[in-house]
């Protein structure tokens, strides 16, 4: 059992020095008093320390064991003393299935990086969605956003009912504390937080940019390893889950809740932050994305992208994800004969990208930290025109990318762009002209080298 702690006001509690538990999937227990944990079974009559034991349900309850998720809380009160939801709007927040107007141009796009605009506010004002897919209402799909803020949540804290949301920085540390405890995450880290679960965001930095894939459909697991064996990609114990931490505030604070596309917000009296202990296997975790074990070819030619997959998100067609969440980080390229970057290719899957730095292999200019691209189903894209030029007749040497990290949400349903990403000014109008440059070399002549 891990022990734990009391959350100080959230200005001061920098100085705690974090601890975790490690393992994805685990059956994790951790209290932050000593005893707060029932020893065999859920429910006592009565919790120690008067704490009042809460289940949460990540999964359906006859979920395959394999996939179950579930956690029990033992908390200072039950979550359902949340305040009356009054609905409220929020200009910038999109949900599959609800706009039913959006439309997908038959484009790649391409956006500059998105400004953090001094009006953003915290986490939840500065929400901003580029795409959206599915029906947030039938548990498919899921919506990409932009996290842009410059104040922290200090009392106020976010629920979503929608879906889960993998955060992956790209400027500004932060800090989420959950009803599981807390994780700090910077750039070059992810963070994975459950459907339903409270939290709000803390910016140590006073700046937090950042990609959000809002996942609809079933949580996120580790893929499968095939041939590949019984270790590699990103492996279990890298993910780390926090310890309890607890909030024994009373006071005035707000809880916002997206449900159904919808964002409702309630005042309640006292912190939602109060569970004293925990154990299960339905926890945020945090995973620092220079663990990526990468996996590649030693031979010629260049693996499916697949091959650099996180996270996975099955649709109930096997081997077609509603979402995968793919890493490009530092590797060695050493393929012989081979056109090393990413092939020209059509694709039936969609594919959004974002870079958290450094330049990206097929696209060292235009595309940039902050920024994103997204190319739908089966819409052509591959290297920029320079890129193919100095690939086809590079020296194949091994090489080593580095000081790079690129990411991709991909997902069997296509993305369709919000308004706000169709109008914004970061939007790139001459993107299709980094393959302008492409010639004809074909000249019949089978000795064409
Ligand atoms: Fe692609």
């Excluded at 393992?23 to 859920?42: D, I, M, S, Y």
């Excluded at 915290?122 to 932009?146: E, P, R």
Aim: charged share 20%; aromatic share 10%.
């Amino acid at each position: 059992m891990v022990t734990g702690y009391s959350i100080a006001l959230p200005s001061s509690d920098s100085a705690l020095s974090r601890a975790y538990q490690s393992g994805f999937g685990n059956e994790h227990q951790t209290e932050a008093l000593a005893g707060a944990l029932p020893v065999g079974q859920r429910s006592p009559q009565r919790v120690a320390y008067g704490l009042y034991a809460e289940q949460f349900s990540g999964t359906a309850f006859t979920a395959p064991r394999a996939s179950n998720l579930r956690t029990w809380f033992y908390r200072i009160r039950p979550s359902v003393k949340h305040g009356s939801f009054q609905l409220t709007d929020h200009p910038r927040l999109a949900s599959g299935g609800v706009e039913r107007s959006l439309t997908a141009p038959a484009a790649q796009l391409r956006w500059s990086p998105f400004d953090v605009p001094t009006s953003a506010g915290d986490f939840i004002d500065g929400l901003t969605t580029i795409a959206v897919n599915g029906d947030v209402s039938m548990n498919t799909g899921l919506a990409v956003h932009m996290y842009l803020a410059r104040e922290s949540m200090d009392d106020r804290f976010f629920v979503n009912a929608d879906g889960e949301m993998l955060l992956v920085p790209q400027l500004g540390r932060i800090r989420a504390h959950t009803e599981c405890g807390i994780l700090d995450v910077a750039p070059g880290e992810i963070l994975l937080l459950p459907r339903g679960m409270a939290f709000r965001i803390v910016l140590p930095d006073s700046i937090a940019r950042g990609y959000i894939c809002e996942n609809y459909g079933q949580a996120f697991r580790l893929p499968e390893r095939g041939p590949v064996g019984s270790d590699g990609f990103a492996n279990e114990r890298d993910f780390l889950a926090p310890v309890a931490a607890y909030e024994d505030r009373e006071g005035t604070f707000q809880l916002t809740m997206k449900f159904g596309g919808q964002l409702f917000a309630a005042e309640m009296d006292h912190s939602p932050i109060d569970v004293v202990a925990w154990w299960g296997n339905c926890t945020p975790y945090k995973y620092d994305l220079s663990r990526y074990t990468v996996i590649g070819t030693v031979s010629v030619d260049h693996p499916d992208p697949s091959i650099y997959t996180v996270l996975t998100s099955p649709s109930d067609t096997a081997g077609v994800a509603n979402a995968d969440f793919v890493v490009f980080p530092p590797r060695w390229m050493v393929a012989t004969g081979t056109f090393r970057p990413p092939p020209y290719h059509r694709n039936i899957m969609s594919e959004f990208m974002g870079l958290v730095h450094g330049e990206y292999v097929a696209k060292p200019d235009g595309f940039l930290p902050g920024g994103a691209t997204l190319h739908n189903s089966m819409l052509p894209h591959g290297p920029a025109d320079s890129v193919f030029e100095a690939a086809a007749s590079a020296d194949l040497s091994p090489e080593k990318l580095e000081g790079t990290l690129a990411f991709m949400f991909e997902s069997r349903y296509v993305l369709k762009p919000t308004e706000f990403a169709l109008t914004t000014s970061a939007l790139q109008q001459d993107y299709a002209q980094c393959w302008s440059g492409l010639r004809k070399q074909f000249s019949g002549d089978a000795g064409h080298d």
